[in-house]
């Protein structure tokens, strides 16, 4: 949508780090969750994980930081995991992003986010073109960079608004508990720092009470299991402006957003 332009490169497992995940050693730190973890947007030495490395090794630590991170939720993190291990490496410290916006699910369902996407894309031409050509999709984000052609894409429906972009969360009394549980499942004897990624629509009047009642209430049950929070709210919040943090017309967190996080982190 015209807010970046950087290059992608996925390695041979997978997995957007240009180092090879069989050669971790046990000091080593894993990042997993979603596309804020793996740096949409942004160059990967700007992303939280490698700033973090990068803080790490200039203060006498010399551990790396692999990042494994793919557009998924907690269950989609969990079938990762199995699947790195199955390399034959071992993960005992691990950064995990939580994404509020979309992360929290009724997780009795035992789905992916991928898993329900499929079915839900199964009847559109938009959706079956964005799935099946290059051409479109190449067309679309090229369009969608001039903010005349972008607005007038969103108006026939073509595009989605930055807004509807972001996740909500409706309340239900099934995902919060349900969610605390899949992620004490998936972190359950490791050393593990749970990094909270705030939802933007904290900061948007007509969710603002619904999404402070999430926030708070997911962020105390895990203090209250044990689990080691780093929060980035009050830093996102202080001088007053919390979205420069993220691009103006996609919902990721731009470098500075980044670099606020590893500095929590660290």
Request: with cysteine.
């Amino acid at each position: 949508k015209g807010d970046y332009s950087v290059e992608v490169k996925f390695n041979a497992y997978g997995l957007r780090d240009a180092k090879d995940i069989k050669t971790a050693k046990p000091d080593d730190w894993f990042a997993w969750g979603d596309s804020y973890t793996m740096g949409w947007g942004v160059e990967e030495p700007q992303r939280f994980a490698d700033l973090l490395q990068q803080q790490m090794q200039s203060n006498g630590n010399p551990a790396r930081v692999f990042n494994m991170a793919i557009p998924e939720n907690l269950v989609g993190y969990a079938r990762m995991t199995k699947y790195v291990e199955g390399l034959g490496v071992k993960m005992q410290h691990v950064v995990l992003g939580v994404c509020m916006e979309n992360d929290l699910w009724d997780y009795t369902t035992e789905k992916g986010f991928w898993d329900d996407l499929a079915k839900q894309r199964r009847g559109s031409l938009r959706s079956w073109l964005k799935m099946h050509s290059a051409l479109y999709t190449t067309c679309s984000h090229l369009l969608q960079s001039s903010s005349f052609s972008r607005e007038l894409m969103e108006r026939i429906g073509f595009a989605h608004k930055s807004e509807e972009l972001a996740g909500y969360n409706t309340g239900s009394e099934v995902a919060l508990p349900t969610s605390r549980d899949k992620l004490l499942q998936l972190i359950a004897g490791r050393d593990v720092i749970v990094l909270i990624i705030p939802s933007r629509r904290l900061w948007s009047p007509e969710s603002k009470a619904l999404e402070t009642h999430v926030h708070e209430t997911f962020v105390k049950s895990l203090r209250d299991a044990g689990v080691n929070v780093v929060d980035v709210r009050a830093a996102l919040e202080e001088g007053g402006d919390p979205l420069r943090y993220y691009f103006k017309a996609d919902p990721h967190w731009n470098a500075q957003g980044h670099a606020l996080a590893a500095r929590e982190l660290f």
